[in-house]
């Protein structure tokens, strides 16, 4: 670690230092090479500059560049003033990169004092060490739920109070209707869409039996007087035309969006009058691994990038159905389940929150551990 200024400024009351890297960071060099206690970036593709301390051992791969602080420097600390910075410095030229000669000359603000970097170290791993735990925990429910959901949703476990034998039925004897939208002009992608803007649903809205509203695109206002079919509460949002992994994902539309609009490639589930099925259980049905598999075969098209659901193809699919008081209970279950899982992900997103406000404060120098 080179020291480049000892000026301080008023964003960076710390002397401000420049990377000296190893070599290029090429797979010939590197397989042999056992790194251990030290800092590794990514240097080209869609991850370029993503920045990462590394305490355990390990080899390095051949878009990986190594950085090593010298004596007097707390790895830890080091990488995180790189990483606050890393991707500004990526090359979006083609491929993106940020390669050995572009880090040696990065500069990052540090303390001094090894005990006040290692104190910061120490704050930010325990930060690292809750996000962790944290992690584990969401994924440990998650496996949780899916095993669930195999048990219920198969009937290979009842829950207490129910032993009616299931009637077998096709997705057809309940559906009125598979209505589509319209495709219209977007804006540019990267605008915000706020809540009095009319929007496009774009076909990643639906996912694992979630409909995700914030997937979308806002309407050109040349089209605006073409956009029509709002997502419906208590509805199913199901992706009729896509790539093969993602034809046929489905999602539950839980309230009414006046400002969102279904594209052709989107179809919105109506459901007959006198149906009594329970909709969220039903798109946890289809979101399930088995049904995913039998919807997806229904898909067909000549493109291998591009399949087509037919109509008459998804209805005529047989599900076995509990009856309404089962469907609701089961629903319920899972239901608890991913509110479960959604408060871990907020609390998960906070602590991240507080970690990026706390490197702020202690690598900038506003707030001073020592």
């Given at each position: ?14 002397p ?14 590197y397989?042999?090479y ?6 590794t ?8 500059g993503d ?5 355990g051992?390990?080899y390095?791969?051949n878009v990986c560049g ?7 420097y ?6 995180e ?8 410095y ?8 940020l390669?050995n ?8 603000a ?9 104190a ?10 809750a996000?962790?735990?944290?992690e ?10 899916q095993?669930?959901m195999?048990?219920l ?8 109070g ?24 977007s ?5 915000q ?10 076909t ?5 039996g979630?409909?995700l ?5 806002t ?7 073409r956009?029509?079919l709002?997502p ?6 199901i992706?009729?035309?896509n ?7 489905c ?20 459901f ?13 049905l289809?979101?399930h691994?088995?049904?995913k598999?039998k919807?997806k ?6 493109s291998?990038?591009m ?24 629903a319920?279950v899972?239901?608890?389940?991913d509110?479960?899982?959604t408060?871990?992900?907020?609390r ?5 929150a ?6 702020q404060?202690l ?8």
């Amino acid at each position: 670690m080179q020291k480049v200024s000892e000026e301080k400024t008023s964003d960076y009351p710390y002397p401000v230092y420049s990377s000296q890297t190893s070599n290029n960071g090429l797979s010939g060099y590197y397989k042999d090479y056992l790194f251990e206690d030290c800092i590794t970036w990514t240097t080209d593709g869609a991850n370029a500059g993503d920045v990462k301390y590394r305490s355990g051992k390990f080899y390095c791969t051949n878009v990986c560049g190594v950085l090593i602080s010298s004596e007097g420097y707390a790895n830890r600390c080091v990488a995180e003033a790189f990483n606050r910075v890393s991707k500004t410095y990526v090359s979006y030229v083609g491929n993106p990169k940020l390669m050995n000669n572009v880090v040696s000359e990065i500069p990052i603000a540090l303390p001094s004092s090894i005990k006040e970097q290692e104190a910061i170290s120490g704050v930010l791993s325990d930060a690292d060490e809750a996000i962790a735990k944290m992690e584990m925990l969401i994924e440990k429910k998650k496996n949780i739920r899916q095993a669930t959901m195999q048990q219920l949703l198969t009937g290979k476990k009842r829950l207490p109070g129910f032993s009616e034998k299931w009637k077998t039925r096709t997705l057809g004897d309940e559906i009125e209707k598979l209505e589509a939208g319209i495709s219209v002009n977007s804006v540019e992608d990267d605008l915000q869409v706020h809540a009095d803007e009319k929007a496009i649903l774009k076909t990643s809205c639906v996912s694992n039996g979630h409909f995700l509203p914030h997937e979308c695109k806002t309407i050109a206002p040349r089209d605006l007087n073409r956009a029509k079919l709002n997502p419906r509460a208590d509805s199913i949002i199901i992706s009729r035309m896509n790539t093969p992994d993602l034809v046929g994902e489905c999602g539950y539309v839980l309230m009414n969006y006046s400002n969102l609009y279904l594209p052709d490639r989107l179809w919105m589930m109506r459901f007959k009058r006198e149906s009594r099925l329970i909709v969220r259980w039903l798109s946890y049905l289809l979101s399930h691994k088995e049904y995913k598999i039998k919807i997806k075969g229904t898909a067909s098209g000549t493109s291998g990038s591009m399949k087509n659901i037919a109509k008459v193809s998804l209805l005529s699919i047989v599900i076995p159905f509990p009856a309404p008081d089962e469907q609701k209970a089961i629903a319920a279950v899972l239901t608890d389940m991913d509110a479960e899982i959604t408060a871990l992900e907020q609390r998960r997103d906070k602590t991240h929150a507080i970690k990026q406000g706390m490197m702020q404060e202690l690598l900038t120098g506003k707030t001073r551990l020592i």
